[in-house]
């Protein structure tokens, strides 16, 4: 049981990079001029990942105690499948979603 509880967890930080990929895809996309691009598509993963490291990481000095730590963990994560979505990636964005549920459903389970 402790190597699957390993592996979800390793997918957990998977599906953390995947987050910042999805935003900046999105972003990539999203944008008309070449500027506006390059703000999207760097500047939102870079956000998320400092709000993820200030409030969200493990070890974070403000780490959000429960529950609001995971209704913000699904709120970004959402929206991380909805840029998917308005990216015009619907089967990424769903796959994405439903792999995410999985695993945070198995984080609760098993504390």
Request: proline share 4%.
């Amino acid at each position: 049981m402790e190597i699957l509880k390993g592996a979800n967890l390793a997918l957990a930080f998977l599906l953390e990079l995947c987050l910042l990929v999805a935003f900046g895809y999105w972003g990539f996309v999203t944008g008309d001029a070449l500027w506006l691009k390059l703000l999207l598509g760097i500047g939102l993963p870079v956000l998320v990942a400092v709000v993820w490291g200030l409030f969200m990481a493990p070890k974070a000095a403000r780490r959000l105690s429960r529950p609001w730590h995971e209704v913000a963990e699904v709120a970004l994560f959402g929206l991380g499948a909805l840029a998917l979505f308005a990216a015009e990636q619907p089967t990424l964005a769903i796959f994405f979603a439903v792999v995410f549920a999985i695993n945070f459903v198995l984080r609760l389970v098993w504390k």
